[in-house]
């Protein structure tokens, strides 16, 4: 249950003066229909009005406040003309503008004869001072309607900032003060203010300054998310944890076998990380353990080897991957040293219907099955093992709490979970994003890989890019050619990936494929097979190809309009090539109108292939809530946390929530209670309801 001190919090906005029924679907549209959606929408800017010239004192291109006296109306005849307000001050004179007024509105608004206070952006125009559609324009009598400092805050379609600033001082004005969540030495330590202290001053301010990422208010606030998210992480860590109820410790046969069946031998950082999930395997304690390896770091392979000492154990393995191409991707990779080790393996995706499934599914529930591979399909309610006792999520980030706990739920005496991506973190976000568990990393590469040639080329030069494709193609290499991020939207990635395909399949025939999201499954995957054996030589797609797909023959890849992917995405695509002791290049086709940003992205992408040092330069570029992507639903949204500014807030609110969590589990002492108002006003209540649950 909610606690009753939120219930104002969560009330909706209509109880808000200005706020009907249009305004609302504006406001659900674009933050949410809540008093604390609003109160957590802060302000991105300041309009300072306090600028009061005479007219002929004012420095055009910005926000003037001026006193003016009100000397005639124009209205033209021509309706594409602007209607004028003569005014002047005793420096000299300016024009009030109007498109497309109601003239009898203006005439009230602006009676000539009378003093007004205007306030707007000032203009010049054929020499003379103008005021284009002014933002205020009231009596002296009703001076106090205009701010002297106005907050300017992300807007939607139909809904004005008047409007929204209305109500969201309604909105502060009307929330009561919470019980203090917060340690006590750290808000003397920082001279930090009250929750609701800090929402008044980042929404009532008296400078610029009290809106920066680095102003008391904003850290307050910024620690408050901080700890909700990692309070909720902690929890569910420690829920984990105590169910577990065994020690998985095999005799080493199955690894031996897989090791001798290599062709080669692990690297160090393969080593490291294989022993502490061993070790993790071998506790008593729940693992929860996330493995970080850059593009091409033999992941998959560590992974298998923990397999191995799992089932050596005598349990079930589970490995959960976020689409089907990668599914299929994971058994062509186990498949042959499965058989070489005795291991029994199996698929399940949405695909399996009828007969098959069923034959599947009791297969594995008599525990005829060692290692089920699949996507979501694995954690329907039918799906049922023998004796589940270690789960692998690939790609994490793309799976919520949720679906992990679904997948543990299936174990009947306690899982251990090893978390894998091939998307490196920047330290301060895998803090954020996987607090609740423990980290390996794989940087280095396997011996033999050779560098990926990366260059910049214009988007003009498409034909010639084509025509050397060709060339290299005629030779026997196999080329990705992926299109271009159109606006987050898969319509138009399809469209534009439909189109290269058209291009290129006029030039080269059936020697092209296309691999797209809106594609069946089997469609997919034939696309791929052909791919995989060279029967087609140019692939083109759209991003679907970017994690986990492995054709070591594929040695070039080409991006359209590469300024438009993040840093992170560029290398993950980067990364399908490269895979072979063979010379392979990247070209990132670029459009000639580029910004300062995509123009630092894109000679990163030159300069280094070590996806650790790209993931920090993207963060640094982009800020923390795009560089994972902000389609992934594993990770948390934070709406007041500035990475940059306040990285030091992340590592102290993840150890204040452990020791929280070790000293009162159930939050229930004093500081506990005023906890849990925090996990429910920042929606992180998952935590709540897991310690409900036991």
């Known amino acids: 249950m909610r606690p009753e001190a939120l219930f104002d919090y969560f009330a909706d906005v209509e109880r808000l003066p200005g706020i009907g029924k249009r305004n609302r679907v504006a406001l659900e549209r674009l933050l949410g229909t809540r008093l604390v959606d609003l109160l957590l929408h802060l302000p991105t800017g300041l309009v300072d009005r306090r600028y009061r010239p005479k007219i002929n004192d004012a420095v055009p291109g910005g926000i003037v406040t001026l006193e003016v006296t009100v000397d005639e109306h124009v209205a033209s005849l021509n309706r594409r003309m602007p209607y004028r307000v003569h005014c002047h001050d ?16 203006l005439v009230r608004q602006l009676p000539v004869g009378e003093q007004r206070i205007i306030s707007g952006k000032l203009e010049e125009y054929q020499g003379k001072a103008q005021i284009t559609h002014p933002d205020y324009m009231v009596s002296k009598d009703n001076a106090d309607e205009m701010p002297d400092l106005e907050t300017v805050y992300p807007l939607t379609a139909g809904l004005s900032g008047k409007i929204l600033r209305k109500a969201t001082q309604a909105a502060v004005d009307i929330v009561p003060d919470l019980p203090e969540w917060l340690d006590g030495p750290l808000i003397k330590r920082d001279k930090l203010p009250a929750f609701v202290e800090a929402l008044r001053a980042v929404h009532s301010p008296t400078s610029i300054e009290d809106i920066a990422p680095s ?15 990692q309070l909720a992480l902690a929890i569910v860590r420690e829920r984990t944890r105590r169910k577990r109820g065994r020690s998985l410790m095999g005799d080493g046969t199955i690894c031996e076998r897989l090791f001798n069946a290599l062709p080669y031998t692990l690297t160090g950082d393969q080593q490291t990380a294989l022993r502490e999930i061993v070790a993790d395997l071998k506790s008593e304690k729940a693992m929860l353990r996330l493995m970080q390896g850059d593009v091409g770091s033999g992941k998959t392979i560590v992974a298998l080897a923990a397999i191995c000492a799992a089932v050596e154990a005598g349990v079930q393995t589970a490995l959960l991957a976020p689409t089907e191409i990668l599914a299929h991707q994971h058994l062509d990779t186990i498949a042959p040293l499965a058989e070489k080790t005795g291991l029994k393996i199996a698929l399940l995706t949405g695909r399996n219907k009828g007969k098959p499934r069923a034959a599947l599914l009791e297969a594995l529930a008599n525990g005829e099955i060692d290692l089920l591979i699949g996507t979501h399909a694995i954690i329907q309610q039918d799906v049922h093992f023998k004796d589940l006792g270690f789960a692998i999520i690939d790609e994490q980030h793309r799976f919520g709490v949720q679906q992990r706990l679904a997948l543990a739920a299936k174990a009947d005496h306690g899982v251990d979970v090893l978390g894998m991506t091939a998307t490196p973190i920047p330290r301060t976000l895998t803090l954020t994003a996987y607090g609740d568990m423990d980290v390996s990393l794989i940087r280095e590469k396997p011996p033999g890989r050779k560098p990926v040639d990366t260059r910049v080329v214009a988007l003009d030069r498409l034909a010639d890019v084509a025509a050397g494709i060709g060339r290299a193609v005629k030779a026997g290499a196999r080329a990705y050619w992926v299109c271009p991020l159109v606006e987050e939207s898969e319509l138009l990635d399809l469209a534009a990936a439909e189109e290269r395909y058209g291009t290129l399949k006029h030039m080269f025939g059936d020697h092209v494929g296309l691999v797209h999201g809106k594609m069946k499954g089997a469609d997919k995957d034939a696309a791929m097979a052909k791919f995989q054996s060279g029967e087609i030589t140019i692939l083109v797609s759209t991003t679907v190809i970017e994690v986990g797909v492995n054709v070591p023959e594929a040695t ?4 359209e309009h590469a300024e438009r992917f993040g840093l992170s995405q560029l290398h993950q695509l980067r990364g399908r090539v490269g895979r072979s002791d063979q010379k392979s290049s990247c070209l990132l086709q670029r459009a000639n109108e580029k910004g300062e940003v995509a123009r630092k992205r894109l000679k990163i992408m030159r300069e280094t292939d070590d996806g650790f040092v790209i993931a920090e330069e993207d963060l640094r570029l982009r800020g923390g809530g795009e560089v994972l992507g902000t389609k992934q639903s594993g990770l948390p949204e934070f709406k007041l946390v500035d990475f940059a500014e306040h990285a030091d807030l992340i590592e102290l609110a993840r150890d204040d929530a452990r020791m929280i969590v070790a000293k009162d589990p159930e939050l229930t002492g004093k500081r506990g209670q005023a906890l849990r108002h925090l996990l429910y006003l920042f929606e992180r209540d998952e935590g709540v309801r897991l310690m409900q649950s036991g």
């Open 215 to 229: 102003s008391l208010a904003r850290r307050r606030l910024a620690c408050d998310e901080l700890l909700a998210t």
């Open 90 to 105: 005793e420096s000299g004179e300016l024009t009030l503008v109007f498109f497309n007024p109601r003239a009898d509105w």
């Open 556 to 559: 070039i890849m080409v991006i």
